[in-house]
């Protein structure tokens, strides 16, 4: 892959979940990120979600009230929502929703707290890094929040699980993963994994459990064996991601030559 020798670099990482996830997602946009080192561009859907991290981040720190919440969502969205905006009717959903969530914000119940929390830990003999939305302490046990824009709804106890039940477990395996640096931070495992899903409303509450737990760690060490023994980055090419989440595309020569392709045809 060019003139890159990048087996050493893999060997030497520092994982985190989104370096693990962000392969499954794209070979070759994990290339130019982790071995080219090549820096994203802004895109609307994840600026919108670091915007919203940091407004509660800065609540949680002491550095905003809860009235000045929404006062500072609305007058700063254009400023700190950067890349392009999608259409009319998504950027007012996003607008709208933002706003409804720090309206009625209301903050987590616990004794104390901490927020981005930032942990170097190990699976194995793998070494990594986590940054935990929200870790709280209440009546002796831990609790974990991260903060998603996807609008999740309760998992819904089929038998089957729905498309959105494995949208769930996808973002709870984040929270399994996490809680390995919990454990060794703190030397105690949280008893609850939480979502707020603020864009939608909807806070989910998973009760820990050992066996999902194992499965992630085991999950992180086999998908690093994979990228570690891959020889080519291959693209995985999809219209919507290329073009609003990947923010690599003007250095992917597989978009160029498909937007080229595009404008031809
Ligand atoms: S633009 Fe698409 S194919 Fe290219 S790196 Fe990004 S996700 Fe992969």
């Known amino acids: 892959m060019g003139d890159i020798i990048y087996r050493p670099l893999i060997e030497d990482m520092t994982w985190s979940y989104s370096r693990i996830t962000a392969f499954e997602q794209c070979p070759h946009g994990w290339y130019l990120r982790y071995i080219r080192r090549l820096p994203k561009d802004d895109r609307f859907y994840s600026s919108y979600g670091s915007f919203v991290h940091s407004l509660i981040e800065r609540y949680y720190r002491g550095e905003l009230s809860k009235e000045q919440l929404p006062v500072e969502f609305a007058t700063k969205f254009a400023t700190e929502v950067k890349g392009f905006r999608p259409s009319n009717n998504v950027v007012v959903k996003y607008i ?31 070494r990594f890094v986590c940054y935990i939305d929200f870790v709280g302490f209440k009546d002796g046990e831990i609790f974990l929040v991260d903060h998603k824009s996807a609008e ?18 996808e973002i ?14 703190y030397g105690k495992l949280p008893s609850k994994l939480c979502i707020n899903s603020y864009r939608s409303g909807v806070f989910i509450e998973e009760e820990f459990d050992n066996e999902k737990f ?12 994979d990228i570690e023994s891959v020889d080519e980055f291959f693209p ?4 919507f991601f290329c073009k609003n989440l ?16 595009r404008r031809h045809s």
Do not use: H
Request: hydrophobic fraction near 30%; charged fraction near 40%; include cysteine.
């Open 214 to 225: 194992e499965d992630t760690k085991r999950w992180a060490l086999e998908r690093i064996e």
């Open 172 to 185: 709870l395996r984040q929270l399994y993963f996490y809680s390995a640096a919990i454990e060794q931070e």
């Open 152 to 169: 999740l709804k309760e998992k819904s106890k089929r038998a089957k699980p729905t498309a959105s039940d494995k949208k769930i477990d």
């Open 96 to 126: 709208n929703d933002g706003m409804n969530y720090f309206t009625n914000f209301e903050p987590y119940e616990c004794d104390s707290f901490e927020v981005e929390k930032e942990i170097y830990f190990t699976i194995g003999d793998k």
């Open 236 to 239: 995985f090419q999809d219209f």
């Open 246 to 261: 990947c923010g690599l595309n003007n250095f992917c020569t597989y978009d160029i030559e498909a937007r080229e392709e």
